[in-house]
C-alpha cells in the first residue's frame, strides 16, 4: 500500500466560537490484519486524533449491517451510528456520546453514556460522518460481549498515518492472546520465482526472476521478505550487525548472516542451516522462520512444492494439485515472456554491432565486419552453406543444411523459399548480409 507522506494541509481559524482551536487534517489508512483500507480522512485537534467512526466501524466489521445517519435538519447536527446491533448518537460540539436501545423503530432511551476528551464535530462535508477521539472508538470495540475479545486493541503511528486495530482473545492458559486475523495460504517451488497466494501470484523479485527458493544443506532458503509481508509482519535490514529482523504479531526473530544461532523473543535457538548471501541476495530459512511465527509448513519432495499455513488457513487435500497446477502454468508464461525479452535485447545488441562495421568496395565482410573466405560456413535465417567463391563484396553459397530445431525434415524447399535462399544450389549474395558460423 502506497501512503503519501503526513502533512500540515490546512488551518483554520473559527472565527466564530468564543476561541480559536487549530486543527490539521491528514490521509488515513486502515489495517486489520491483511487488511487496508484508505485514505480517509482524519484530523488532529489540540493534539488529540479525531478519526471518522462510522468509516472504522464498517472496516472492521464490513459484514455488519448498519451504519450512519447524519440529521442536518436539527442544531447542532447529530449522527445515529449502528453497529453490530448497537446505537450510538453523536451530537456536534458535545462530549458526551449517548449509547440507545435499537429497535427496529429506531433508536430510543439512553442506555448508557461515553464522556469523551474532545468535543465530536464534522468536517466542511458533514455528509462525511462524524468525527470523534480514538478513546471512544477502541471503548466500543473492546466492550461488545458478542465479540469474543478480551480487549480491541487501537493504535496510531502518525508519521505514516496508520491506524492498526488489533483483537485479542483469551488463551488456552487463560491470558490474552493477539487474535490472527485472516488465515494465510502460501505455496512456492525450489527454483521458481513465484509466490503465490489462494487467489493471486506474484514474483519473489519483479525485476530479476532469477531469485528463487533454493536448497542448501537440506533447508529451504529464499529472500523472507515477501512471505513476511503476505502473512502481515515486517521484515528489518541490519548492515552494521548484518542481521535480519522479523516481526509478525507477538514474535520477533532475529538472524545473523552466516550465524547458526537465532534469537525468538530473546530466546537464543540454533539453525540447521545459517542465512546467507547469494548472488546479493539475504536467503533465510524458511521452516525455522515460519513455524516460530505459528505457521504450518508442508513439503511435497516429489514437486520439489513448498505449502504455507497460517492464521488457521485450512489445509485441504487438493492444495497441492491446485498450486502444483497453477505454478506450472506462470512457469512456463514467464519463461516465454523472458525468452522474448531476451531475444529483443540480442536483436537489438546484433543491429548495434552491425551498424558499427564500415564497409568497403572490395572487402567480403559479413553482417557483423567479420572476413568471409572460400570453404567458410556461413549462415542466413536457419539456413547454412558453404562458401565456393568470392567476387570482392559478394559471395557464392551452396546451401546444404538447415537447423532442423526450427524446421522440420521435409520442409526444407519450402521453408528456405521464404528467406530468398536456393536450396541444394550455388546462389550469389552480397556478404554483408550473411553470417560466418563458428
Same mark, same amino acid.
Given at each position: 500500500?502506497?501512503?503519501?507522506?503526513?502533512?500540515?494541509?490546512?488551518?483554520?481559524?473559527?472565527?466564530?466560537?468564543?476561541?480559536?482551536?487549530?486543527?490539521?487534517?491528514?490521509?488515513?489508512?486502515?489495517?486489520?490484519?491483511?487488511?487496508?483500507?484508505?485514505?480517509?480522512?482524519?484530523?488532529?485537534?489540540?493534539?488529540?486524533?479525531?478519526?471518522?467512526?462510522?468509516?472504522?466501524?464498517?472496516?472492521?466489521?464490513?459484514?455488519?449491517?448498519?451504519?450512519?445517519?447524519?440529521?442536518?435538519?436539527?442544531?447542532?447536527?447529530?449522527?445515529?451510528?449502528?453497529?453490530?446491533?448497537?446505537?450510538?448518537?453523536?451530537?456536534?460540539?458535545?462530549?458526551?456520546?449517548?449509547?440507545?436501545?435499537?429497535?427496529?423503530?429506531?433508536?430510543?432511551?439512553?442506555?448508557?453514556?461515553?464522556?469523551?476528551?474532545?468535543?465530536?464535530?464534522?468536517?466542511?462535508?458533514?455528509?462525511?460522518?462524524?468525527?470523534?477521539?480514538?478513546?471512544?472508538?477502541?471503548?466500543?470495540?473492546?466492550?461488545?460481549?458478542?465479540?469474543?475479545?478480551?480487549?480491541?486493541?487501537?493504535?496510531?503511528?502518525?508519521?505514516?498515518?496508520?491506524?492498526?486495530?488489533?483483537?485479542?482473545?483469551?488463551?488456552?492458559?487463560?491470558?490474552?492472546?493477539?487474535?490472527?486475523?485472516?488465515?494465510?495460504?502460501?505455496?512456492?517451488?525450489?527454483?521458481?520465482?513465484?509466490?503465490?497466494?489462494?487467489?493471486?501470484?506474484?514474483?519473489?523479485?519483479?525485476?530479476?526472476?532469477? $531469485?528463487? +527458493?533454493? @536448497?542448501?544443506? *537440506?533447508? &529451504?532458503?529464499? !529472500?523472507?521478505?515477501? =512471505?513476511?509481508?503476505? /502473512? #502481515?509482519? %515486517?521484515?528489518?535490514?541490519?548492515?552494521?550487525?548484518?542481521?535480519?529482523?522479523?516481526?509478525?504479531?507477538?514474535?520477533?526473530?532475529?538472524?545473523?548472516?552466516?550465524?547458526?544461532?537465532?534469537?525468538?523473543?530473546?530466546?537464543?535457538?540454533?539453525?540447521? $542451516?545459517? +542465512?546467507? @548471501?547469494?548472488? *546479493?541476495? &539475504?536467503?533465510? !530459512?524458511?521452516?525455522? =522462520?515460519?513455524?516460530? /511465527? #505459528?505457521? %504450518?509448513?508442508?513439503?511435497?519432495?516429489?514437486?520439489?512444492?513448498?505449502?504455507?499455513?497460517?492464521?488457521?488457513?485450512?489445509?485441504?487435500?487438493?492444495?497441492?494439485?491446485?498450486?502444483?497446477?497453477?505454478?506450472?502454468?506462470?512457469?512456463?508464461?514467464?519463461?516465454?515472456?523472458?525468452?522474448?525479452?531476451?531475444?529483443?535485447?540480442?536483436?537489438?545488441?546484433?543491429?548495434?554491432?552491425?551498424?558499427?562495421?564500415?564497409?568497403?568496395?572490395?572487402?567480403?565482410?559479413?553482417?557483423?565486419?567479420?572476413?568471409?573466405?572460400?570453404?567458410?560456413?556461413?549462415?542466413?535465417?536457419?539456413?547454412?552453406?558453404?562458401?565456393?567463391?568470392?567476387?570482392?563484396?559478394?559471395?557464392?553459397?551452396?546451401?546444404?543444411?538447415?537447423?532442423?530445431?526450427?524446421?522440420?525434415?521435409?520442409?526444407?524447399?519450402?521453408?528456405?523459399?521464404?528467406?530468398?535462399?536456393?536450396?541444394?544450389?550455388?546462389?550469389?549474395?552480397?556478404?554483408?548480409?550473411?553470417?560466418?558460423?563458428?
Amino acid at each position: 500500500m502506497k501512503k503519501p507522506l503526513f502533512s500540515m494541509i490546512l488551518i483554520i481559524a473559527l472565527s466564530f466560537s468564543m476561541f480559536q482551536t487549530a486543527f490539521a487534517s491528514s490521509d488515513l489508512y486502515f489495517k486489520l490484519g491483511q487488511n487496508e483500507d484508505g485514505p480517509h480522512i482524519s484530523i488532529t485537534e489540540d493534539g488529540v486524533e479525531m478519526f471518522p467512526v462510522d468509516q472504522i466501524f464498517k472496516f472492521v466489521d464490513p459484514a455488519d449491517q448498519g451504519g450512519e445517519y447524519v440529521n442536518l435538519n436539527q442544531s447542532p447536527w447529530q449522527s445515529s451510528i449502528v453497529f453490530q446491533n448497537r446505537c450510538f448518537v453523536i451530537t456536534r460540539g458535545s462530549t458526551e456520546i449517548n449509547e440507545m436501545i435499537n429497535s427496529d423503530a429506531g433508536c430510543f432511551e439512553v442506555k448508557k453514556t461515553y464522556t469523551i476528551e474532545k468535543p465530536a464535530r464534522y468536517l466542511d462535508d458533514p455528509t462525511k460522518g462524524v468525527l470523534a477521539p480514538l478513546s471512544f472508538i477502541s471503548k466500543v470495540l473492546s466492550d461488545n460481549p458478542d465479540n469474543n475479545f478480551t480487549k480491541f486493541e487501537t493504535k496510531y503511528d502518525d508519521n505514516n498515518d496508520i491506524l492498526t486495530f488489533t483483537p485479542y482473545t483469551k488463551s488456552a492458559a487463560g491470558t490474552s492472546k493477539k487474535q490472527i486475523v485472516n488465515p494465510v495460504k502460501l505455496a512456492m517451488k525450489i527454483n521458481s520465482p513465484w509466490l503465490l497466494t489462494a487467489d493471486d501470484g506474484k514474483n519473489f523479485d519483479d525485476n530479476d526472476h532469477s $531469485v528463487t +527458493p533454493v @536448497i542448501r544443506g *537440506g533447508s &529451504t532458503l529464499l !529472500p523472507i521478505a515477501p =512471505v513476511i509481508q503476505r /502473512l #502481515g509482519g %515486517t521484515t528489518t535490514w541490519n548492515e552494521d550487525e548484518r542481521k535480519v529482523t522479523i516481526s509478525l504479531a507477538d514474535t520477533t526473530i532475529d538472524l545473523w548472516i552466516d550465524l547458526n544461532i537465532a534469537s525468538v523473543n530473546g530466546v537464543k535457538k540454533k539453525l540447521e $542451516v545459517a +542465512p546467507t @548471501i547469494i548472488n *546479493g541476495r &539475504t536467503m533465510t !530459512p524458511l521452516r525455522f =522462520v515460519t513455524e516460530n /511465527l #505459528g505457521a %504450518t509448513v508442508s513439503w511435497d519432495q516429489g514437486s520439489q512444492m513448498i505449502l504455507l499455513y497460517y492464521g488457521g488457513a485450512e489445509e485441504k487435500a487438493a492444495d497441492l494439485l491446485e498450486f502444483s497446477f497453477k505454478i506450472g502454468i506462470l512457469d512456463a508464461t514467464q519463461k516465454s515472456q523472458d525468452n522474448r525479452k531476451s531475444l529483443v535485447d540480442i536483436v537489438s545488441e546484433n543491429q548495434k554491432k552491425h551498424d558499427m562495421v564500415q564497409y568497403n568496395d572490395n572487402d567480403p565482410l559479413d553482417y557483423y565486419g567479420n572476413t568471409i573466405h572460400v570453404g567458410d560456413t556461413v549462415m542466413s535465417g536457419t539456413f547454412y552453406g558453404v562458401v565456393k567463391k568470392i567476387d570482392r563484396t559478394k559471395v557464392l553459397v551452396y546451401w546444404n543444411r538447415a537447423n532442423y530445431l526450427v524446421i522440420g525434415k521435409g520442409e526444407e524447399l519450402k521453408t528456405a523459399a521464404l528467406f530468398g535462399i536456393d536450396w541444394l544450389g550455388e546462389q550469389w549474395f552480397e556478404a554483408k548480409t550473411v553470417t560466418v558460423s563458428n
